[in-house]
């Protein structure tokens, strides 16, 4: 059979496979052989798929923009061995206890006046005590009147402390399942997989947003991929949010020096996430400072349509303003939801 025949046949079974998994369909009844077959699907079809179903929800030229902030940094008690703010790993990370109020809205202002919709607020706990989360709660209540959507990260959380977050005002939380449910055993060991599903599940029953996610670069095969996709698109309803990270390497941690993924693996998870949760939004999360440009355009091609804008995530570098503002004009990508349409400088 000549070169070309291969291709046409092969073609001919995609189509059929497009037909046989509905791609488009919001669907929590996938199984792992359907997502394993979106993984195998070769990259030209996969990213044409994924651009089809993004398009039928989202303008394809739209991203919508979020900024970080640390609001309580280092000294975790967690293990995660990818995280410079677990106290067990020697990353050089400066400890500082949580801020006050008044100067994360001020940074919460500025954020707004470059362009930003949303705020999101990470603490560096493994659960927040009582008088932690009453000044979070502020916080939420203060970042809302200035008219953006909040988001939070604080680790484990109760159905009550989720009632008192949903009660501040918060849109999103954010709690990622990080990676699939064996591999985790290897990441992470001062909390199970089962936690993390309890604490999204506190968090959808209190009625906020459900931000939740992965890393790639852990040293996961695509199987884990596959089925750390596969649980997150088979939750009783997918995450508002979806955060797509590739492990930002901090040296000190344990995963220091592991794999970096191939960037058309990343790509290819990427569409993957937009077929299986065609109304979410995909975030080009941690990681972008090592990836081209090139990357991250072929990453909004295949779905992605989230990005965190600022120098800095959490402890680690993001690229710079002026970058995301050319790459954005480059692209003819205009941020969602803001008046003018363009982002601007912090300065
Ligand atoms: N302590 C809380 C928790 O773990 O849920 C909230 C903060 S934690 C830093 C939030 C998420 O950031 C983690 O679940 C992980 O997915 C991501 N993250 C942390 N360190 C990272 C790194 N070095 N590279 C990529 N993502 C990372
Ligand atoms: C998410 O999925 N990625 C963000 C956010 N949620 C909280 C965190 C990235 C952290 C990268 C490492 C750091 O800056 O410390
Ligand atoms: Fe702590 Fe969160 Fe880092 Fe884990 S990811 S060490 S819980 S800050």
Not at 159 to 182: F, I, V, W
Not at 338 to 345: M, P
Request: charged share 25%; proline share 5%.
């Amino acid at each position: 059979m000549s070169t070309n025949a291969h291709q046409v046949n092969d073609s001919a079974a995609y189509k059929h496979a497009r037909v046989a998994l509905r791609l488009g369909e919001v669907r929590s009844d996938w199984t792992l052989d359907e997502v394993e077959a979106l993984f195998a699907m070769p990259f030209a079809d996969l990213v044409f798929h994924a651009q089809r179903v993004h398009r039928d929800t989202f303008d394809p030229n739209e991203v919508q923009v979020s900024t970080l902030l640390s609001i309580k940094t280092g000294a975790c008690p967690e293990d995660c061995a990818y995280c410079p703010q677990s106290i067990r790993f020697d990353t050089g990370v400066r400890s500082e206890p949580l801020m006050d109020v008044e100067a994360v809205l001020e940074r919460a202002r500025a954020a707004k006046a470059c362009g930003a919709t949303r705020f999101c607020m990470g603490a560096a706990y493994r659960n927040p005590k009582p008088k932690q989360l009453d000044q979070i709660a502020e916080m939420v209540r203060g970042v809302r009147a200035l008219g953006m959507e909040t988001c939070v990260t604080l680790g484990m959380l109760t159905l009550q402390q989720a009632c008192q977050l949903k009660d501040a005002g918060l849109d999103y939380y954010n709690h990622n399942l990080d990676t699939s449910e064996r591999h985790y055993r290897k990441i992470v060991t001062t909390r199970t997989y089962q936690d993390r599903l309890d604490t999204l599940g506190a968090v959808r029953v209190a009625g906020i947003k459900v931000c939740c996610g992965g890393i790639l670069g852990m040293g996961e095969s695509v199987l884990d991929r596959a089925q750390l996709l596969h649980t997150l698109a088979t939750l009783p309803a997918h995450p508002e949010s979806v955060p797509i990270n590739q492990l930002v390497q901090v040296p000190g941690t344990p995963l220091y020096g592991a794999e970096r993924p191939d960037p058309f693996d990343f790509i290819r998870t990427i569409g993957v996430a937009r077929l299986l949760m065609p109304r979410s939004h995909v975030r080009l999360s941690a990681g972008r400072s090592e990836m081209s440009d090139e990357t991250q355009a072929l990453c909004f091609l295949a779905g992605a349509n989230s990005i965190f804008y600022g120098d800095k995530l959490l402890t680690t570098e993001n690229p710079d303003e002026r970058h995301d503002r050319n790459l954005f004009e480059r692209l003819g990508i205009r941020p969602e939801g803001i008046e003018g349409r363009r982002l601007s400088a912090d300065n």
